[in-house]
């Protein structure tokens, strides 16, 4: 099945051209701005984080067939424009899992200088 999805994309993107490039650019400028949309996050007093937790998903021993095999890095494109979101990827080969936050500059550079999280976590951006 895998097998079937990862051929249907590759032909997807094999035909995307010019015209299908020029209509979904057209698209996305007749949507309203990203920035118009902000989920309210204030359901209850104190600072709030959205979490979407993705670690327990199989995705690198997934097998999209000869012609794609195994992914290597799994990304999720985020449309946020709302602080106090974390995305938590499906864990690593290893066992290791990546978190992405977005949030205000203030809280990242406490949790930046914050020993107790450094022993847990490293910052690469």
């Known amino acids: 099945v895998l097998e079937d999805i990862a051929t249907t994309i590759q032909r997807a ?3 995307y051209n010019t ?8 698209f996305y400028n007749s949507q309203p701005a990203i920035g118009s949309r902000r989920p309210n996050l204030n359901y209850w007093p104190g600072p709030n984080m959205l979490v979407a937790d993705t670690s327990e998903l199989d995705t690198y021993s ?21 602080t106090g979101s974390c995305s938590v990827n499906p864990k690593l080969r290893d066992g290791c899992i990546e978190i992405f936050l977005r949030h205000e500059k203030r809280v990242i550079e406490a949790m930046r200088m914050s020993k107790e999280l450094s022993r847990f976590a490293r910052f690469v951006c």
């Open 62 to 82: 997934l097998d999209w067939g000869s012609s794609l095999g195994q992914i290597d890095a799994f990304r999720a494109i985020g449309t946020s424009v709302s």
């Open 13 to 15: 993107v094999t035909g």
């Open 19 to 26: 015209t299908a490039m020029r209509q979904r650019i057209g």
